[in-house]
């Protein structure tokens, strides 16, 4: 990344699905309304991937939380690698994750080969609940 370019400034803001390649390496954060985000297998992503209404579904590969984001205020979603409010989270064959995954409203499924470093929110979790709030409502801060 270029000319001060880096995971914790980087935003995709989407209004529909995504679909990122195999094999792809990506910094940034994903915020995709009102469809799914799927990641082909093999890839790096070091960022977070949000969706408003819709599934998230990862890998094999390897995702990991921005290091030193210090200005950005992520409020309740702030330790989430992978959360979506409305939907399912997946994860295909060996990946290795360092953050959060969550969902409101979905099923959690396919991380019992992986390394999760991070905590797994099914719904009807409290914390869940407060996070789907606060991604509804993202606002995010930069000195």
Do not use: H
Request: aromatic residues 12%; proline residues 2%; positive net charge.
């Amino acid at each position: 990344m270029t000319n001060g370019a880096s995971a914790c400034n980087v935003f995709w803001v989407v209004e529909r699905a995504v679909s990122i390649s195999a094999s792809t390496v990506l910094k940034g954060t994903i915020i995709a309304n009102k469809g799914v985000v799927f990641m082909g297998a093999n890839g790096t992503f070091e960022g977070r991937l949000f969706a408003t209404t819709g599934a998230i579904s990862f890998g094999p590969g390897t995702a990991y939380m921005p290091l030193s984001c210090s200005y950005l205020d992520f409020g309740t979603s702030a330790t989430f690698v992978r959360f979506t409010s409305n939907g399912a989270v997946s994860n295909n064959a060996n990946s290795y994750l360092t953050g959060d995954i969550g969902t409101k409203l979905g099923d959690i499924s396919g991380f019992e080969y992986s390394s999760a470093n991070g905590s797994l929110f099914k719904p009807a979790s409290t914390t869940v609940a407060i996070t789907s709030k606060a991604l509804a409502t993202l606002s995010i801060y930069q000195n």
